[in-house]
């Protein structure tokens, strides 16, 4: 599904499928800074817990909009959204919490979706994406990105992202 390949044009790319680019590393201002705040609270040899990241401080960095917290679904057969921001179901269109991916998305994206996150928590090593999404108020590009967290009871691997659009 993915080719893998280096951008002559855009050394930040590193692999594309139909859903996604798949990125370096995060590009826009606010993944940066969502990106440093996971990485300031994640220990040398592991992934931070969920409870590790305050709201308090993802709220002062202007982040809580545009955060989700996602979580597997019979061993990550599917994912759901555990917790969606404000500015990603504007995005959507709708709150897609609690709904599984194979019912949210198209099965390609849904495909794509499940493997990345998967992915993501299998290798506990962030992914950093750029897709293109069409709503019925926006069409255009997005960056996204999921990092790796433990549950709060530490005994599955969740994932924290977010999603920045403009408008």
Wanted: with cysteine; hydrophobic share 40%; aromatic share 12%.
């Amino acid at each position: 599904m993915h080719n893998r390949h280096i951008s002559q044009f855009d050394s930040r790319v590193v692999s594309t499928s139909a859903v996604f680019e798949e990125l370096a590393a995060p590009d826009g201002r606010r993944a940066l800074k969502l990106y440093d705040l996971w990485r300031q609270v994640k220990p040398q040899h592991d992934i931070p817990c969920r409870t590790d990241l305050s709201f308090e401080v993802l709220g002062a960095a202007g982040l809580l909009g545009h955060l989700f917290i996602i979580e597997p679904i019979d061993g990550g057969l599917d994912w759901r959204y555990r917790l969606l921001g404000t500015d990603i179901t504007w995005f959507f269109e709708r709150d897609v919490t609690n709904i599984p991916f194979t019912r949210h998305f198209t099965p390609e994206e849904a495909r794509v979706c499940i493997d990345l996150s998967n992915r993501v928590a299998e290798s506990r090593t962030p992914v950093f994406l750029r897709g293109r999404i069409h709503s019925g108020h926006y069409s255009g590009l997005f960056e996204t990105m999921s990092l790796p967290i433990w549950s709060r009871d530490r005994s599955t691997v969740w994932l924290i992202g977010g999603s920045f659009v403009d408008h």
